[in-house]
T-cell receptor
């Protein structure tokens, strides 16, 4: 199988606080993980590409200091939303590709962030 | 810049009907194309992956075709069931990149 797990599945926080979302590949090793953001009735927008042991590559327009990404191992990447504001409220989804790359990407269940 | 379009945006059919979802992309230099299913408030479930050298892939009642030269893919669902109700997303991966470019999806409702 190829299971990607995200935690938490939903989180509510106060404006100004930081929130960490974890993305784990449960039964495979992932050299590369991707973080997406999805607004209601919109498609997924790639935020950043995370490679194990190196700095993440951010897409144009994504603030790297606000969305901190760490890929410390072949099975775990984290996204930290720092000093969250209501406009950061969204659905965040991660995906991972296997070390032995078949070209297929596997997605987590998503994390719903609501900033009050 | 690759752009992916899915038509229709929404589709409602009676149970048992066969249906086709469409996906088009502007840059034919793709590595592969993937169809996903997304239930409300959930992540993405991979349905079918078609490599650029392939013409179609089948899984159960699902069949996906790819015409790279014309920039089109279709997802055929046979004998639709209420449990098929979901949003179906098409995504393409460019050659030399691991990034996926997504369409906005087709929201399918199968009425019992």
């Amino acid at each position: 199988g190829a299971v990607v797990s995200q935690h938490p599945s939903w989180v509510i926080c106060k404006s100004g606080t930081s929130v960490k979302i974890e993305c784990r590949s449960l039964d495979f090793q992932a050299t590369t993980m991707f973080w997406y953001r999805q607004f209601p009735k919109q498609s997924l927008m790639l935020m950043a590409t995370s490679n194990e042991g190196s700095k993440a590559t951010y897409e144009q327009g994504v603030e790297k200091d606000k969305f901190l990404i760490n890929h410390a191992s072949l099975t775990l990447s984290t996204l930290t939303v720092t000093s969250a504001h209501p406009e950061d409220s969204s659905f965040y989804i991660c995906s991972a590709s296997k070390v032995i790359n078949t070209g297929e990407l596997f997605f987590g269940e998503g994390s719903r962030l609501t900033v009050l | 810049k690759q752009e992916v379009t899915q038509i229709p945006a929404a589709l409602s059919v009676p149970e048992g009907e066969n249906l086709v979802l469409n996906c088009s992309f502007t840059d034919s230099a793709i590595y592969n194309l993937q169809w996903f299913r997304q239930d409300p408030g959930k992540g993405l479930t991979s349905l079918l992956l078609i490599q650029s050298s392939q013409r179609e892939q089948t899984s159960g009642r699902l069949n996906a075709s790819l015409d790279k030269s014309s920039g089109r893919s279709t997802l055929y669902i046979a004998a639709s069931q209420p449990g098929d109700s979901a949003t179906y997303l098409c995504a393409v991966r460019q050659g030399g990149s691991e990034k996926l470019v997504f369409g906005k999806g087709t929201k399918l409702t199968v009425n019992p």
